[in-house]
């Protein structure tokens, strides 16, 4: 079984001139909001060694949603959630008993 090392999805507050200087070009970051007169949330995903980095916080489900959409969008890997197939949807409905 290969190891594998799972992605923990964080914002962090940047600062407007280092978002517009460098981060915005990065596709590793996905801007979240402003925050008036402190800076830029950017969305971003770290490797998972049961801890946060330093000024970085856990994304909400709406947040996580949000990057979803925009990783899928423009086609950049990876993304916070798997996609289902059409066929394993069905089979996943399919063994459902509903009795």
Not at 29 to 58: N, Q
Not at 69 to 84: D, E, G, H
Request: hydrophobic share 35%; charged share 25%; proline share 4%.
């Amino acid at each position: 079984m290969e190891d594998t090392i799972k992605p923990l999805w964080v914002k962090k507050l940047i600062r407007t001139l280092d978002w517009n200087g460098n981060y915005r070009y990065n596709s590793t970051y996905c801007f979240l909001s402003h925050d008036k007169g402190s800076g830029v949330w950017a969305a971003f995903a770290v490797a998972d060694f049961g801890g946060l980095p330093r000024d970085c916080i856990l994304l909400n489900d709406e947040e996580l949603l949000l990057v979803d959409n925009y990783r899928r969008n423009a086609n950049i890997l990876p993304t916070p959630f798997k996609r289902v197939e059409n066929n394993e949807k069905s089979k996943a409905t399919s063994e459902i008993n509903f009795n």
